[in-house]
């Protein structure tokens, strides 16, 4: 596709419900990021993938988190007995993964919510 | 500890000159770079600097002095469409791990 894309764009789930997030990255990009962002604060760095593997998954606020890329494109952040603190909009972003600079194209985000 | 330290608003006026600072203090440090992100909208890339110096955009200038831990965003002729948060971010190990600032969000006013 042209950029990113992140399904659903609304999720709301009640405490203690399982939920799955997705997103798709551009194509070809090799890299693949998911922050966390609450109102009025910066995105909050969760994880990325540098192909199938996750390079980084040291922002993963604790074992409930879990994401994979199983072929090396789409990715599914999976969060397990929800909380209401995990209430946020969850965004993914690519990159090419090579250049120095690293230009990261974010989808639109997934607002999750929970009750 | 890892930090970014930017204000959390600023306010200008429809053609003025306006700078946003950013300090970080990080474990690595592989380049700093700043993001837009409008209100509802998505982050949006806009500029990056691995070595000391200033980088021009168009309207949008980043300066970075890697011996100070400081960098700054300049935006120029602003316009009404400037209105909205910037953050700036750092790569800080060797890989793709990118820490963000809070935010500074920006009013331009007519």
């Known amino acids: 596709g042209a950029g990113v894309s992140q399904t659903p764009s609304n999720k709301v789930t009640e405490k203690g419900k399982y939920v799955e997030l997705r997103c798709d990255p551009i194509s070809g990009h090799t890299a693949l990021y998911w922050y966390r962002q609450s109102l009025g604060q910066g995105p909050e760095f969760l994880i990325y993938f540098q192909g199938t593997g996750a390079a980084d998954d040291s922002g993963l606020p604790n074992d409930r988190f879990f994401a994979v890329r199983p072929e090396g494109s789409v990715s599914t952040l999976k969060i397990q007995r929800t909380e209401r603190g995990d209430s946020a909009v969850y965004l993914c972003a690519s990159s090419e993964g090579t250049s120095g600079k690293n230009e990261q194209f974010f989808g639109p985000g997934t607002r999750l919510t929970v009750l | 500890g890892q930090s970014l330290e930017q204000p959390s608003e600023v306010t200008a006026v429809e053609g003025a000159i306006v700078q946003i600072n950013c300090t970080y203090q990080?474990?690595?440090?592989?380049?700093l770079s700043w993001y837009q992100q409008h209100d509802g909208g998505a982050p949006t890339f806009l500029s990056y600097n691995a070595l000391d110096g200033l980088e021009e955009t168009g309207r949008f200038s980043s300066f970075l002095s890697r011996s100070d831990s400081y960098g700054y965003l300049l935006l120029q002729e602003l316009q009404m469409k400037d209105s909205a948060s910037y953050f700036c971010a750092v790569r800080d190990n060797g890989g793709f791990k990118t820490i963000f600032g809070a935010g500074t969000r920006l009013f331009v006013k007519a």
């Open positions: 990080t474990s690595g440090f592989y380049g």
